[in-house]
């Protein structure tokens, strides 16, 4: 069964400068998908980044980078240069290739502050 | 803009109403899901439509009944819900078939059962 584990439920970081949000997961099928989502307050999911197990790269995406070492079962996100609106919750989420209809599990998220 | 809409945005019932959620994409996926998400809490899948069929229902309660039209519609019926079901549902669709690609989200109903 996969497993997503986000173990920071809330982190502060200064406007400006750059934060790492934590995810690991566990699954035993080799082809899959891990993907990060923001949601403000407003309760919309946004979609930031996506990351597939068989990229050789870290996916980038403007501010928003994925830290994928996938010997350590890892996919950190990287936000630099923080804004005021990224205050948020965000959730990592992982679907199995071998999943019909694109099942997700997500983490319990972490709530991100970011301090003027 | 979201490219999947939900309405309406906030729903106020009584235990003993009956109402309905509605979802609509037009991006052409054949994958449509319902989650309901508790405050501070991850989404939890309900139900997943896969070609306009029911492919997966998380054993919800049968209080709560979805219905796919057509393939750009997804509607959740509601009737006699508890207090505990108040919480914020989410709509979202994919690509259909394995290795689907993201799921795309709509801005959400928030539910308050009275």
């Known amino acids: 069964a996969q497993k997503i584990t986000q173990t920071q439920p809330g982190m502060f970081v200064q406007e400006k400068e750059a934060v790492t949000l934590d995810c690991t997961y566990d699954?035993?099928?080799?082809?899959?998908?891990l993907f990060w989502y923001k949601q403000p307050s407003s309760g919309e999911m946004i979609f930031l980044i996506y990351?597939?197990?068989?990229?050789?790269q870290n996916a980038t995406e403007g501010r928003y980078s994925l830290n994928f070492q996938k010997a350590r079962k890892s996919a950190n996100l990287v936000i630099s240069a923080s804004q005021l609106g990224d205050s948020a919750m965000y959730f990592c989420a992982m679907r199995e290739d071998n999943t019909n209809a694109g099942k997700s599990t997500f983490g319990d998220g972490t709530t991100l502050t970011v301090k003027p | 803009d979201t490219e999947v809409t939900q309405t309406p945005k906030h729903l106020v019932m009584g235990m003993t109403n009956k109402k309905s959620l509605k979802c609509e994409q037009h991006?052409?996926?054949?994958?449509m899901y319902w989650y309901k998400q508790k405050a501070k809490k991850p989404p939890e899948l309900m139900f997943v439509y896969s070609y306009e069929k029911l492919s997966i229902n998380e054993s919800v309660p049968s209080r709560f009944s979805p219905e796919c039209p057509n393939s750009s519609l997804l509607n959740l019926h509601l009737h006699a819900l508890q207090p505990e079901d108040s919480a914020l549902y989410l709509c979202?669709?994919?690509?259909?078939?394995?290795?689907?690609?993201?799921?795309?989200f709509g801005q959400g109903t928030r539910l308050t059962v009275v």
């Open positions: 991006m052409g996926h054949r994958a």
């Open positions: 990351q597939g197990s068989y990229d050789q």
């Open positions: 979202a669709s994919s690509q259909g078939g394995r290795g689907a690609g993201r799921a795309f």
């Open positions: 699954t035993s099928d080799p082809s899959y998908g």
